[in-house]
């Protein structure tokens, strides 16, 4: 906790006024009361020790150290304004006997969005030079803090959340939620007790605008055991959730994976080591595609108590050596709940470090490269509050943000609320490409490889379609092209040029059987105008062509070219022979045997469209390969 060492420098200074005997009474039932009290306390037998102390002040009224304990209860069972009273009558008795007190409620001060008072204390503990020296650096941070919150105040963000209603929220507690970049899907963790004492995963899908009521998400992830704090990936179909104490366990609590097929859930693996280690790994939030993992962790070599880590999916399968992400997002104290956006780069957390409102505020920091990231940005008044803020997410398109609160109004303990994200905390845009890859002569579903690249740049995305329903989803960036291309073995690749502008897109995959005479047309081979020498952004078609070929080695095909009818016959000949060469030189250069390869130019006597419009010219100017033998 935040506040946890100054409560241990305070609790350590009554144990020793309690080994010497010295004490503001000397009443000795009183007294022998207050020493029950401190021992009922240590032992968390709260309702005890408030008794004993209860007794102790009937004894005598002007029992300081009985105020003093009083308010160390009340902070530990949660009520913090009763122990900044506690506190009070403590001072009213005697305001120099113990300089700590001013310390104590200080911090309390803060942390129920007093700022003012804990600022007047924060000094008034200074006054007191010999005891406060060892203090200084933090009770300036926290002068700090009070004026950060105070004009944080003063200027008010944008923000009107809204209760995702009964389907999804109860009169238990809902949290953590996790959405699909579709937002479709929602997932969440739900208590189903009143003590917390047991959590299971929740989930509910969104159809035609609304929220159908939510369902357990069963066994094999939900057991008699606690699940919770989960991450869904973009495409639903990955998930990673924190479970404790398990036979299994690396640590005290670790986390586990599991992989949906079709409607069913594969049974949840741990993680292991390097992810999980014998400390505690919890919260973990995974990248769009899945094959990165940010999480919490209080194991060596972190900057506090609590750090966010990092790992990455190894091309051998395995997760590599967790990174922190360094003095930029980690602080000495402990930063919580990350959510790394669709986009890659945002990064949403809460931290007790970084300068707040009084608990853990919810930050983001964008990502400039590997580990290094902006310095984190404060969400703001009222999103961040002198309460405890954390797990947050945001929606695909950067619009929407959705957080746990137990604000009043709600229908339980704690609920599921969303709302709009002004412009300056939202992050990059992120747009999905979402389909469905089916055999083109049985209409069966299909898994396939699909692989999505950028044509002016080097990103590429990668996902694999489901084996069950064949379904996929991709996130992407707006306002570029890619080019997009599906393979499964036994069938001719699927090429399509794809431009995202400003919407998603969804898409239904035929893939045909390879046939003898089949022709596939290439979408991503480009060419200057009336040029034949390849462009940069054709090599990820070409290198898809490739790898093809080699999968299948038996095959003999046939490169075609063909050109709109600009120009003369003959030129538009030699212009597709010249193109169709290319593309055969490439592959040949790539280590395919130019025994299986041969080409032709076609100029503009195969038209697949009309070459009266400029969308059909466009259509008709390509590259395409035939199966000639099997």
Not at 41 to 70: G, P
Not at 162 to 172: D, K, R, Y
Not at 405 to 419: C, H, P
Request: net charge positive; proline share 3%; charged share 25%.
């Amino acid at each position: 906790m935040k506040y946890i060492f100054t409560v241990l420098i305070f609790i350590s200074s009554l144990s020793a006024l309690s080994a010497q005997n010295k004490y503001y009474s000397n009443k000795k039932k009183a007294v022998k009361e207050f020493e029950t009290a401190l021992q009922n306390y240590n032992l968390q037998y709260y309702a005890r020790a408030k008794q004993n102390l209860y007794n102790a002040l009937k004894i005598d009224a002007k029992f300081l150290d009985a105020y003093v304990l009083l308010a160390e209860i009340g902070f530990e069972q949660g009520n913090k304004k009763e122990a900044i009273e506690y506190f009070e009558k403590a001072l009213h008795i005697d305001k120099d006997y113990f300089p700590m007190i001013y310390l104590r409620k200080a911090d309390l001060e803060l942390q129920t969005g007093q700022y003012s008072k804990a600022k007047a204390d924060y000094n008034k503990f200074l006054s007191y030079k010999k005891e406060s020296k060892r203090h200084i650096n933090y009770i300036k941070n926290k002068i700090e803090s009070c004026d950060f919150a105070e004009n944080m105040l003063k200027h008010k963000v944008s923000f009107h959340p809204e209760n995702l209603g009964t389907a999804i929220n109860s009169p238990l507690s809902e949290y953590w939620p996790s959405i699909t970049a579709d937002g479709k899907i929602i997932t969440f963790t739900r208590s189903n007790r009143d003590t917390h004492s047991q959590e299971d995963l929740f989930y509910s899908e969104k159809v035609k605008d609304q929220w159908l009521t939510a369902k357990n998400i069963g066994t094999p992830i939900n057991t008699a055991k606690s699940e919770g704090a989960q991450s869904i990936s973009a495409d639903g179909h990955t998930m990673v959730f924190t479970a404790c104490l398990r036979n299994d366990g690396v640590g005290s609590c670790d986390i586990y994976i599991s992989h949906k097929i079709g409607n069913t859930w594969t049974k949840p693996v741990n993680m292991g080591s390097p992810v999980n280690s014998k400390y505690k790994e919890t919260q973990p939030a995974l990248t769009a595609d899945g094959k990165a993992i940010y999480f919490v962790s209080n194991r060596p070599g972190g900057k506090g108590a609590f750090d966010i880590w990092y790992s990455f999916l190894q091309k051998n399968g395995k997760w590599s050596i967790p990174v922190n992400l360094g003095d930029s997002i980690n602080t000495k104290e402990d930063e919580l709940a990350p959510f790394i956006h669709y986009d890659g780069k945002t990064l949403y957390f809460s931290s007790f470090g970084h300068q707040g409102m009084g608990g853990s505020d919810m930050f983001l920091s964008r990502r400039i490269k590997d580990t290094v990231w902006t310095k984190p940005l404060n969400l703001g008044y009222p999103i961040n509050t002198y309460f405890n803020e954390e797990s947050m997410i945001v929606s695909a398109d950067g619009k929407l943000g959705m957080f746990s609160s137990d604000i009043e109004g709600g229908y339980g303990q704690k609920d599921i609320y969303s709302f709009e994200l002004y412009e300056k905390i939202r992050p990059y845009r992120t747009l999905f490409a979402k389909g469905l890859v089916y055999d083109a002569k049985t209409n069966k579903p299909l898994q396939a490889d699909i692989e999505i690249t950028g044509l002016k740049d080097s990103s590429s995305f990668k996902t694999v379609s489901d084996k069950i329903s064949g379904d996929f989803l991709i996130t992407l960036f707006p306002d570029k092209s890619y080019a997009f291309n599906v393979i499964k073995n036994g069938y001719l690749p699927y090429s399509k040029n794809l431009f995202l502008p400003d919407s998603n897109i969804i898409i239904k995959i035929p893939l045909q059987p390879v046939e003898l005479g089949k022709v596939f047309v290439l979408r991503n081979i480009f060419f200057d105008i009336d040029k034949y020498q390849l462009k940069a952004e054709s090599f990820a078609e070409l290198d898809m062509l490739k790898d093809f070929l080699a999968n299948n080695k038996k095959l003999v095909v046939e490169i075609q070219g063909h050109t709109d009818n600009t120009g003369t016959l003959a030129h538009n000949k030699i212009l597709s022979v010249n193109r169709a060469k290319a593309v055969y030189d490439y592959l040949v250069l790539k280590g395919i045997d130019k025994k299986r390869l041969t080409y032709k130019g076609f100029a503009d006597t195969q038209a697949i469209a009309s070459n009266n419009t400029k969308e059909g010219r466009a259509l008709n100017r390509r590259t395409a390969f035939k199966i000639i033998a099997d």
